[in-house]
């Protein structure tokens, strides 16, 4: 995996006005070009965030730092973690069909990947997008009562959906925190692309500022500016202003 800065800065641009799904598999593609363009929209959710999260240790660092608020008291909460501390185990390949028996009923089926959430994205209700996405990941149903994928029952559903997050657990990371001041436990889900995106975003306006600070004074190219290492476009910076 290897992404210069004008790479990085380019694919921000092309991706601005794209969906989340399309913006993170377009990262992928610059990240690592020598993997065929299907292959990201075909891994499983969870395959897909453990490269972003390599992604992410690249460009800044292993470290993720954020703010919220415990559910209970109100209280701002300081967060700080590790990708380490968020990495699971990878699934089973995405050619190896899951399978549950559950109520007569015989259920294969295969993790939904980022095709799957780009192809239901236009359902208004998240309910539709829900078994639609399902239907597009059912490969087979054996039962009793002859069912197909488009009618099973609520609980083959349900546990259908449980069996699916426990088989990709790197699509459902779950921070466990603590409240120091009133000792509130809660989990809260944690997604990484938009916090990579955001990264990216910071991190594209603090290019072009120097881009801009350094080609205004020295009238080189955004090229050249963009080829030069981080530290070395900060120094430069640093005797500009
Ligand atoms: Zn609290």
Same mark, same amino acid.
């Given at each position: 995996?290897?992404?210069?800065?004008?790479?990085?800065?380019?694919?921000?641009?092309?991706? +601005?006005?794209?969906?989340?799904?399309?913006?993170?598999?377009?990262?992928?593609?610059?990240?690592?070009?020598?993997?065929?363009?299907?292959?990201?929209?075909?891994?499983?959710?969870?395959?897909?965030?453990?490269?972003?999260?390599? $992604?992410?240790?690249?460009?800044?660092?292993?470290?993720?730092?954020?703010?919220?608020?415990?559910?209970?008291?109100?209280?701002?909460?300081?967060?700080?973690?590790?990708?380490?501390?968020? !990495?699971?185990?990878?699934?089973?390949?995405?050619?190896? +069909?899951?399978?549950?028996?559950?109520?007569?009923?015989?259920?294969?089926? !295969?993790?939904?990947?980022?095709?799957?959430?780009?192809?239901?994205?236009?359902?208004?209700?998240?309910?539709? /997008?829900?078994?639609?996405?399902?239907?597009?990941?059912?490969?087979?149903?054996?039962?009793?009562?002859?069912?197909?994928?488009?009618?099973?029952?609520?609980?083959?559903?349900?546990?259908?959906?449980?069996?699916?997050? !426990?088989?990709? &657990?790197?699509?459902?990371?779950?921070? +466990?925190?603590?409240? &120091?001041?009133?000792?509130?436990?809660?989990?809260?889900?944690?997604?990484?692309?938009?916090? $990579?995106?955001?990264?990216?975003?910071?991190?594209?306006?603090?290019?072009?500022?120097?881009?801009?600070?350094?080609?205004? /004074?020295?009238?080189?190219?955004? !090229?050249?500016?963009?080829?030069?290492?981080?530290?070395?476009?900060?120094?430069?910076?640093?005797?500009?202003?």
């Amino acid at each position: 995996m290897d992404i210069s800065a004008a790479e990085l800065l380019q694919a921000w641009e092309d991706g +601005a006005s794209l969906h989340p799904v399309r913006k993170a598999l377009l990262l992928l593609n610059t990240a690592w070009p020598e993997i065929a363009l299907t292959t990201f929209g075909e891994t499983s959710i969870g395959e897909r965030d453990a490269y972003l999260l390599t $992604l992410r240790q690249a460009l800044f660092g292993p470290t993720f730092t954020g703010v919220g608020s415990c559910p209970a008291c109100g209280e701002p909460i300081e967060l700080s973690f590790r990708v380490e501390d968020i !990495r699971a185990l990878p699934p089973p390949h995405e050619s190896d +069909a899951l399978e549950i028996a559950l109520d007569s009923c015989r259920v294969w089926f !295969r993790l939904p990947n980022s095709l799957d959430l780009l192809a239901v994205a236009s359902h208004r209700s998240v309910d539709d /997008a829900r078994r639609a996405l399902l239907l597009r990941c059912v490969l087979d149903v054996e039962s009793e009562e002859g069912r197909g994928a488009h009618e099973l029952p609520e609980p083959v559903e349900r546990a259908l959906v449980e069996q699916m997050e !426990r088989a990709d &657990p790197q699509a459902n990371v779950q921070l +466990a925190l603590d409240c &120091p001041g009133c000792g509130h436990h809660w989990l809260q889900s944690f997604d990484v692309f938009p916090y $990579l995106w955001q990264e990216i975003d910071d991190w594209a306006m603090r290019t072009l500022n120097e881009v801009h600070l350094l080609a205004s /004074a020295y009238g080189w190219s955004e !090229r050249a500016i963009l080829d030069m290492t981080a530290r070395r476009r900060g120094l430069y910076r640093e005797m500009v202003i």
